[in-house]
């Protein structure tokens, strides 16, 4: 089982101030990943989604962190994929070099950055963004393998070379961001990773992994977007670890009210969220919140799926050490290949990011990459 954090720059109050201190501590809770033991870190790539993604150009944030160490990989998670947002070849290109720079660490993950308000600000259509997005893998995985490469689909590209060509042979790994069934099944299709949102909790993480296998095992080849395949599930995981497990699961439960009431501005029309730092009886306001969204469905006769409430589902790794440990076992039964923690969340203070990856560190990794027995 591997280990990972995502970054989204997430943050209460977002003055300029803020938020050139949330990207620098971002930076320095990457770097101590690494020195505690986890596997890879990713970022996100949002824009214009004030209070819940202030990660517009990972690109740089993940060159910034490669440079500062030398083992941990380093992954975008993902890429926001339609050509309104970046042409592919400019992605294969800076993919590349950062693959190079890096010394052969890079994996790139595949998203639609479907939101109405990130579309607006690239003149992006919705109908344009899940097959370009496809376009796109496959023009990477085509590029990076021809020393000249052309292309000729709804873009003509070439002929030409993408230079420098890549450390990993044939490419960087492939992934895709999954939120929903049909997206699990299309990533299995096409033969990539699998990005799994998790606050659905184990359960529904289950029945993704299923849907997941079940599509791989299905699979003709036939829209297998490379000629290998990444057959790769990694699961999120909210979490707070501190050795106060009460002051981490009140400090957790801030974060992800903060993180749902956030997705709810964007992708839901919701109002903005509270901007207020301190715990409070955030487990019933997750649970009100649950309860209002699900009526709000039913209302527009719309099927409630876990993945639709899932931010609001309080079960998760926060606690002490122990907790978390107990968590990632029923991750690690499922068959989830990578838990990819969540810890910075725009309530959630430094002191605590950096305490909690300690934490994972010292006692949560440790426990499960034990031998056999011991």
């Given at each position: 089982m591997k280990f990972s954090m995502i970054f989204e720059a997430q943050m209460a109050d977002p003055s300029p101030e803020h938020e050139r201190q949330v990207l620098h501590d971002c930076v320095e809770q990457a770097v101590l990943a690494e020195e505690m033991g986890f596997d890879r870190i990713w970022a996100v790539e949002h824009h214009a989604l004030k209070w819940y993604a202030h990660m517009s150009a990972s690109e740089i944030f993940l060159t910034w962190v490669a440079a500062r160490t030398s083992r941990i990989r380093i992954g975008h998670g993902v890429v926001t994929m339609p050509f309104g947002y970046q042409h592919p070849v400019r992605v294969a290109e800076r993919a590349a070099m950062l693959d190079v720079l890096s010394g052969g660490r890079v994996d790139i993950g595949a998203g639609r950055g479907a939101t109405?308000?990130?579309?607006?600000?690239?003149?992006?259509?919705?109908?344009?963004?899940?097959?370009?997005?496809?376009?796109?893998?496959?023009?990477?995985?085509?590029?990076?393998?021809?020393?000249?490469?052309?292309?000729?689909?709804?873009?003509?590209?070439?002929?030409?070379?993408?230079?420098?060509?890549?450390?990993?042979?044939?490419?960087?790994?492939?992934?895709?961001?999954?939120?929903?069934?049909?997206?699990?099944?299309?990533?299995?299709?096409?033969?990539?990773?699998?990005?799994?949102?998790?606050?659905?909790?184990?359960?529904?993480?289950?029945?993704?992994?299923?849907?997941?296998?079940?599509?791989?095992?299905?699979?003709?080849?036939?829209?297998?977007?490379?000629?290998?395949?990444?057959?790769?599930?990694?699961?999120?995981?909210?979490?707070?670890?501190?050795?106060?497990?009460?002051?981490?699961?009140?400090?957790?439960?801030?974060?992800?009210?903060?993180?749902?009431?956030?997705?709810?501005?964007?992708?839901?029309?919701?109002?903005?969220?509270?901007?207020?730092?301190?715990?409070?009886?955030?487990?019933?306001?997750?649970?009100?919140?649950?309860?209002?969204l699900v009526a709000r469905l039913h209302e527009a006769e719309i099927p409630v799926t876990p993945s639709d409430t899932g931010t609001y589902n309080a079960d998760h790794a926060y606690g002490s050490a122990e907790n978390a440990i107990a968590y990632v076992e029923r991750l690690r039964r499922i068959g989830v290949d990578e838990v990819m923690c969540l810890i910075q969340m725009g309530t959630v203070p430094q002191e605590a990011c950096m305490e909690t990856i300690r934490q994972w560190g010292e006692k949560v990794i440790p426990h499960f990459r034990a031998p056999a027995g011991e």
């Open positions: 109405r308000q990130e579309m607006s600000m690239y003149g992006v259509r919705p109908e344009d963004t899940r097959p370009q997005m496809e376009e796109a893998l496959r023009i990477f995985a085509s590029a990076w393998r021809e020393e000249r490469f052309e292309w000729h689909g709804s873009l003509d590209i070439g002929p030409g070379a993408i230079l420098p060509r890549p450390v990993q042979a044939p490419h960087p790994p492939l992934f895709m961001a999954c939120s929903k069934d049909d997206s699990l099944r299309l990533a299995a299709e096409y033969g990539i990773g699998a990005l799994v949102l998790g606050f659905a909790g184990a359960d529904n993480i289950r029945h993704l992994r299923r849907i997941y296998d079940e599509a791989i095992a299905e699979r003709s080849g036939e829209r297998l977007v490379s000629t290998v395949t990444n057959d790769h599930f990694s699961a999120l995981c909210p979490t707070i670890v501190l050795d106060d497990a009460e002051r981490a699961r009140g400090i957790g439960l801030r974060g992800q009210r903060y993180f749902a009431e956030s997705i709810a501005h964007w992708y839901g029309d919701g109002p903005v969220p509270d901007q207020r730092t301190e715990a409070g009886d955030d487990a019933a306001a997750l649970e009100q919140g649950r309860e209002r």
